[in-house]
C-alpha cells in the first residue's frame, strides 16, 4: 500500500513563495510517474506538472511555467514544488500523485494521493 504525505502549503501574500513537500512509502520514487495537481472550490481538479522518468521530461501547466517548479529526491522518497511569483489564481487545494502511467496530465493515470494542502495567496 502506497501512502503519500504532504506538507507544506498556507497563506502567502501576492508575489511570495511556498514549498510543498510530498513524502512516499511503499514504492521507489525514481522510476515512478510523480505529479503534482490543484482543486479550487467549485471546480475541477486540474493538472499543475509532472516527472515522466523514462522520457526524461518534466512537464507544467500554462499557467505555472516559468513560477513552479518540480523536483524529486529519490534517496529520501519525496516529490517537491517550488512555489513562486503566486497569484491569487494559485488558491487551491493541492495535491502529490502517484504512480503514473499513459496521459501525466489526467487525473485518472493515477493510482495514489496525498492528503492534500491548502494554499492560499491574499490579494
Known amino acids: 500500500q502506497v501512502q503519500l504525505v504532504q506538507s507544506g502549503g498556507g497563506l502567502v501574500q501576492t508575489g511570495g513563495s511556498l514549498r510543498l513537500s510530498c513524502a512516499g512509502s511503499g514504492r521507489t520514487f525514481a522510476t515512478a510517474i510523480m505529479a503534482w495537481f490543484r482543486q479550487a472550490p467549485g471546480k475541477e481538479r486540474e493538472f499543475v506538472a509532472a516527472v515522466v522518468p523514462w522520457k526524461d521530461l518534466i512537464d507544467y501547466a500554462d499557467s505555472v511555467k516559468g513560477r513552479f517548479t518540480i523536483s524529486k529526491d529519490n534517496s529520501l522518497n519525496t516529490l517537491y514544488l517550488q512555489m513562486n511569483s503566486l497569484k491569487p489564481e494559485d488558491t487551491a487545494v493541492y495535491y502529490c500523485?502517484?504512480?503514473?502511467?499513459?496521459?501525466?496530465?489526467?487525473?485518472?493515470?493515477?493510482?495514489?494521493w496525498g492528503q492534500g494542502t491548502q494554499v492560499t495567496v491574499s490579494s
Open positions: 500523485a502517484a504512480p503514473g502511467g499513459g496521459n501525466h496530465r489526467l487525473v485518472t493515470t493515477y493510482a495514489y
